[in-house]
């Protein structure tokens, strides 16, 4: 998958990640029926902060409309240490 990534400030930087016709599978989702003259080239997927927690989105880039919004980590970015113990 090719990566864009925007430089928002030093040291941090968002990614947003194409989009595979896989993955829209997965979701459901088929552009022709559901978003008819949307080309898979328009989407990106990247993670967003919204009232509700973390996300990850996938959004028209031309437009801004939401075509998924899956809910993600509890801290999104942030991965703790005591995520990779094993205490089992």
Known sequence: MAKTASTIAKG??????EVSEDRLRELGINLAKD????????????PVLAEGGWLIVIKNQKT????????WRLLGPINLLSDSLDVG
Do not use: A, F
């Open 12 to 17: 941090i930087d968002q990614v947003r990640e």
């Open 35 to 46: 978003y008819p003259g949307t080309k898979i080239s328009d989407l990106r997927q990247y």
């Open 64 to 71: 801004l409309q939401s075509i998924s919004r899956t809910p």
